[in-house]
């Protein structure tokens, strides 16, 4: 079974809309991650989280909230769809405090479409 | 602010034959991470290699290994004996050690891999 997953892989939603994409994992790690992949500009962090109850804003946050439900979950919503959020949302975690493990894993991705 | 930079957005290779892929990161601190990620058609990013900058020996994984030159901030990804399956998008990614505790991954924008039989 995959360590880190997400749902749905795919989605079309349509402007306006709310949706949610839900991120989890089995790895037992603390910090988790969003990313949003976009061509050309590689990834980018929307939000991240240490713990359930650290959770802060990456470069691109606008538009985006997240709610970290237990230590392997961590979901991304989308308040109202926009077009320009079309893109390959990516969810990755971590561990922490052995620097020499700190590196992050990354789901399967999910592709959302924003018609 | 960290930048990384991949000049090469596309670069192709024969099987069996060996490739580098160029990444050139900016940064003032002096201790961080540098790593490779794979992305494959299937979108999952898997982890190439990684190199920790406090240490001067080149990381290598099997067929993969790096060329890191700290002074010259460049972190080169060598790929030996080309394979169908390596065939991918590659992304080189820079993390502060410490980082303020961001600890978030700073991309390049990729370089695309093609393998020719």
């Known amino acids: 079974d995959a360590d880190v997953t997400q749902t749905p892989r795919n989605r079309i939603t349509k402007t306006g809309k709310r949706i949610m994409l839900e991120c989890s994992q089995t790895?037992?790690?603390?910090?988790m991650y969003w990313y949003r992949q976009d061509p050309g500009l590689g990834l980018r962090l929307i939000y991240y989280?240490?713990?359930?109850?650290?959770?802060n804003k990456g470069e691109i946050s606008d538009g985006y909230s997240v709610s970290r439900q237990a230590q392997a979950k961590f979901s991304l919503s989308l308040e109202s769809a926009i077009p320009n959020q079309t893109a390959l949302y990516f969810c990755?975690?971590?561990?922490?405090?052995?620097?020499?493990?700190?590196?992050?894993?990354f789901g399967p991705g999910t592709r959302l479409l924003v018609l | 602010a960290q930048t990384v930079t991949q000049s090469q957005p596309e670069m192709s290779v024969q099987e069996a034959e060996t490739v580098t892929l160029s990444c050139t990161y900016d940064?003032?601190?002096?201790?961080?991470?540098l790593f490779w990620y794979k992305q494959p058609p299937s979108r999952q990013m898997i982890l190439v290699i990684r190199?920790?900058?406090?240490?001067?020996q080149n990381a290598t994984e099997n067929r993969f290994s790096v060329n890191f030159q700290k002074a010259a901030k460049s972190f080169s990804l060598k790929i030996s004996d080309s394979q169908l399956g390596d065939a991918a998008m590659y992304f080189c990614?820079?993390?502060?050690?410490?980082?303020?505790?961001?600890?978030?991954?700073?991309f390049g924008t990729g370089t695309l891999l093609a393998v020719q039989p």
């Open positions: 190199q920790e900058a406090y240490k001067q």
């Open positions: 989280s240490f713990d359930v109850k650290d959770i």
């Open positions: 940064t003032s601190e002096s201790d961080y991470y």
């Open positions: 790895k037992g790690h603390d910090r």
């Open positions: 990614a820079y993390r502060s050690a410490w980082g303020g505790a961001t600890n978030k991954l700073i």
């Open positions: 990755a975690t971590s561990d922490w405090p052995d620097r020499d493990q700190e590196t992050q894993y």
